[in-house]
């Protein structure tokens, strides 16, 4: 299958690396090619620089934003949340039309430090502003409450045992996606919990997550939910 990961960070390097590997035609998109590639400094995290990364998947192409999206059968969104709508108004609207546009991005404002706030909440979500501005993508917002390294590797907490949230507005979107992580990435318990008003709910998880990151000294966990 034909990918889309737009995005150059963490998140975006470690799905574009994990979808390579399992087979699928993979393409990663950022704003200004030459720019991304010519950074030397980490990450905001202390990550390596994009460029580190690249020399070790040469056979990923980094292409532009609108590029990567005109080419994909799929597209994630794992830019900065601050940034999204901007990257994807680069990606064209007419790149996303009819695609599943799988958001794991967050609206985090790390403006005052840490621990970062929510640009968007309680009445309005990122999501849901992504589906606004691009009304003809089937937006489905997924993998946001989870570590990167657990998105592509649910079984490296407590065997897989625990939950992925997601939700958005077409239902046959949705049903791709679940299936499309089930099998490629092994996610075994996936909750649908509705449309992408919901988006408001899993975003807001975030703030949550970040204070558990905190107190537990690592990002390897998710929820579990039992009845």
């Not at 991304?36 to 998947?57: D, R, V």
């Not at 075994?188 to 204070?211: N, Q």
Request: glycine share 10%; with cysteine; net charge neutral.
């Amino acid at each position: 299958m034909k990918l889309a990961i737009l995005g150059t960070g963490m998140a975006g390097q470690t799905l574009a690396g994990k979808l390579a590997d399992l087979g699928h035609e993979v393409r990663i998109g950022t704003r200004n090619v030459a720019e991304t590639m010519a950074k030397t400094a980490p990450g905001p995290f202390g990550n390596p620089p994009f460029k580190s990364w690249k020399e070790q998947h040469p056979e990923i192409p980094l292409v532009t934003y609108a590029e990567a999206a005109a080419g994909g059968e799929i597209v994630f969104n794992a830019t900065s949340g601050g940034a999204s709508l901007e990257a994807l108004r680069l990606a064209g609207e007419g790149n996303l039309g009819g695609k599943i546009l799988v958001d794991i991005a967050n609206p985090l404002d790390f403006s005052k430090g840490m621990p970062p706030s929510l640009s968007v909440c309680n009445t309005d979500s990122l999501a849901e502003q992504i589906q606004r501005a691009f009304p003809k993508a089937k937006v489905v917002k997924a993998l946001n409450t989870v570590n990167a390294l657990v998105m592509v590797n649910p079984k490296a907490v407590a065997g897989g045992d625990h939950h992925l949230l997601i939700c958005g507005d077409d239902a046959s979107a949705k049903s791709t996606a679940t299936e499309f992580l089930k099998s490629n990435f092994g996610w075994k318990h996936i909750i649908d919990v509705g449309d992408i008003t919901a988006a408001r709910g899993t975003e807001m998880i975030l703030p949550l997550w970040v204070r558990l990151m905190g107190a537990l000294k690592t990002p390897m966990f998710n929820f579990k939910i039992v009845q």
